[in-house]
């Protein structure tokens, strides 16, 4: 560092002056190392006026982004700064927001007097002392800034692999970068601009588009309303002021009940009153999958197949139930209008719901179990190979060999190339009479990924320990081949949303 | 604060997600998709890093529709030809990168391997033409 610095300030912050001694001297922390490009050029162009923006600027954005994310300024030099952060998350969001906010300020300005910021962010070790901290970690950091792009945030392999699954936003892997006085490589990536661009640039632009989108949605779904009532009395008794009337009741009773279930179960005489105007399928009962209850049992999960089956192990499923078929559009739909649900599925009603999330699965169950008042879950990866299983051993439910029309996948049925479901239970039931368990859709179930089973648990119990970038995606498409139809075969996917994924729901007794 | 474009930008934004199939989109022109490392012909003991370079186009997470980005879809050993009119397929071959990730640790079974990166867009569709990178041959011994 000292070849950087032309004029030291000590930090700024009070906490500083006040409590210099409450941090171990030495202590791993998120450093954010940030300076202007091209700022000699600037200083010669205008030296007063650019000394006083780049106060300005530290005053009133550099500090107060800092303790907004929970860091610390630790100092400031003539054209950078230098600030640690407990959290590596809360040092690139708080280096995101400079350099969005310096965008901002640029852009009503002629090219030659835009002040840019390049900001480094490193993990690691450093020896803190009033005024300033010390230690390799620092000097990374301020060589990831130094091969910054103006404008740019670069940050280490250390902190990318901190954030990289929590902080939405784009990163271009630069690789292994040779930095000045530094033996070792060091793993730079850039933080991209353009995928953050929507979500932090403005709060207040962001609330404001928001607000607008709700309302937007507020409008179509009185449309809907509107409409669908006023349908459904025309069909019964056809008189015109009903679709006047019709409307605001519901869009209040809606807004106020946004589980329509809880709404009918405890409903106070003013809240019927209320709800009285509303159609049938708003107020009535959710309708529910059709479960099959399953005895425990013991069985050999896994298999000598492919090395994430194995070791073949026995475990004790207790009983439980499970979904005779995975869930449909119209399930899933009567969450999406609950608004519980993130989207709206389109397709025929009895077609198996797909682009799916986790997250989405989960969601799905947490709202049907709080509409129907009973503890519907996602099952674990035991309970879904149990239940595919059907009792049997073999290779496939129906035998070691694949046999056509059993399930719906690629090159498994007599016509060349399977298609998406139509719907659901188009093919053969196993032993335990449930529909599609290989084949048809993937679907999710509670477990987090593990390569294989080494330490997995033998009572049945979801397998959520660990890492859980991924969870377990169970039974194989339409997309795949034989070998996924297997009931031991097992599949990760991290959460994100794709076209063969659905979901199948249980339920404990 | 001007409300009036952010209106404008609130139709288009509802306009594109109403819009049905996010395929086909044209990836940058001087896009450079390749692996950083192993390299081609590598011979390689155990388990490795693989990793994963892009030039002039940004990494992001699956779902994301922002432009000029996607994320990396690895093939491992695949010979049949990418269909770029579906998304590309999700199996023990062909490995997604949704959460935005541009490296990976493989544990190949000893032999010959191909590898293969291929960007998918927001929806996992190939760009149009295809942004893939060369197919590497390494051993695993």
């Known amino acids: 560092m000292p070849d950087k610095i032309r004029d030291i300030n000590s930090g700024r912050n009070e906490k500083t002056n006040e409590q210099p001694r409450t941090f171990a001297p030495r202590r791993l922390a998120a450093i954010v190392a940030g300076d202007i490009a091209s700022y000699s050029r600037l200083m010669e162009f205008d030296e007063e006026g650019t000394h006083s923006r780049v106060r300005r600027i530290q005053r009133d954005l550099i500090e107060p982004s800092i303790t907004e994310h929970y860091g610390r300024l ?30 901002g300020r640029n852009a009503v300005l002629s090219k030659n007097l835009w002040i840019e910021y390049r900001i480094g962010v490193n993990l690691g070790d450093v020896i803190i002392e009033e005024g300033d901290i010390y230690g390799d970690g ?53 933080v991209l601009p353009d995928p953050t661009a929507y979500k932090s640039r403005r709060r207040r632009d962001t609330v404001l588009i928001l607000l607008i989108s709700l309302a937007w949605l507020g409008i179509a779904a009185a449309a809907v309303w509107a409409w669908f009532p006023g349908l459904q ?15 605001s009741p519901q869009a209040d009773a809606n807004a106020k009940q946004p589980e329509p279930a809880k709404a009918s179960g405890a409903a106070t005489p003013e809240k019927q009153a209320a709800l009285q105007g ?16 399953l005895p425990g049992g013991t069985f050999s999960m896994g298999s000598n197949e492919d090395a994430s089956e194995k070791p073949v192990r026995r475990v004790t499923v207790k009983p439980f139930a499970i979904g005779r078929y995975p869930i449909s559009v119209g399930e ?107 084949g048809g859709v993937d679907q999710w179930v509670e477990d987090c990924w593990h390569k294989n089973y080494q330490g997995a648990p033998s009572d049945g119990s979801a397998w959520v320990e660990g890492d859980c970038g991924s969870h377990v995606i169970r039974s194989g498409s339409w997309k795949n081949d034989a070998r996924y139809v297997r009931p031991s075969n097992r599949d990760a996917y991290d959460n994100a949303r794709y076209p063969t994924h659905g979901l199948r729901v249980a339920l404990s007794p | 604060m001007k409300v009036a474009p952010l209106i404008a930008l609130v139709a288009a934004l509802a306009f594109v997600s109403g819009a049905a199939q996010a395929q086909g989109k044209a990836a940058a022109k001087d896009a450079l998709l390749y692996f950083v490392s192993p390299t081609n012909g590598a011979i390689i003991k155990g388990g490795f890093w693989c990793r994963f370079g ?88």
């Open chain 1, 74 to 103: 630790v100092k400031t030099t003539g054209d950078g700064f230098i600030a640690i952060f407990d959290s590596p998350l809360e040092a690139v969001r708080c280096a995101i927001v400079i350099q969005q906010n310096m965008t």
């Open chain 1, 138 to 190: 620092v000097n990374v950091a301020s060589r990831i800034e130094g091969i910054a792009e103006p404008g740019q945030v670069f940050i280490s392999g250390g902190i990318y692999e901190q954030i990289k699954n929590k902080l939405v936003c784009g990163y271009e892997s630069l690789g292994d970068k040779k930095v000045k006085n530094i033996t070792d490589p060091v793993r730079v990536y850039k």
């Open chain 1, 233 to 247: 009395r025309l069909a019964s008794a056809p008189s015109g002021p009903l679709l006047q009337s019709a409307p």
């Open chain 1, 278 to 293: 509303a159609p049938p399928a708003h107020t009535a009962a959710v309708r529910e999958p059709i479960m099959n209850t």
């Open chain 1, 332 to 438: 899933w739909n009567q969450c999406a209008t609950a608004k519980a649900c993130a989207f709206t599925a389109k397709g025929r009603d009895d077609a198996p719901v797909t682009n799916v999330s986790w997250s989405d699965a989960k969601q799905f169950v947490t709202w049907l179990a709080g509409a129907t008042k009973k503890p519907y879950r996602l099952p674990t990866e035991a309970e879904w190979e149990y239940a595919a299983r059907g009792g049997t051993q073999t290779r496939y439910w129906w035998g070691d060999e694949i046999q056509s029309g059993m399930a719906n996948c690629k090159n498994c049925t007599d016509v060349v190339s399977a298609e998406q479901p139509i719907r659901v239970g188009n093919f053969q039931a196993n032993p335990f009479g449930l529909y599609d368990m290989g």
């Open chain 2, 54 to 141: 892009l030039r002039h186009m940004g990494v992001t997470h699956a779902g994301d529709d922002f432009p000029n980005s996607g994320h990396h879809h690895l093939l491992i050993d695949v010979d049949e030809p990418l269909d770029p009119n579906e998304p590309i397929p999700a199996d023990k071959n062909h490995v997604h990168f949704v959460a935005g990730q541009t490296e990976t640790y493989l544990d190949l079974p000893p032999g010959r391997h191909t590898l293969q990166l291929v960007l998918g867009d927001g929806r996992h569709y190939p760009f149009n033409p295809p942004l893939v990178s060369a197919k590497i041959t390494i051993t695993v011994k």
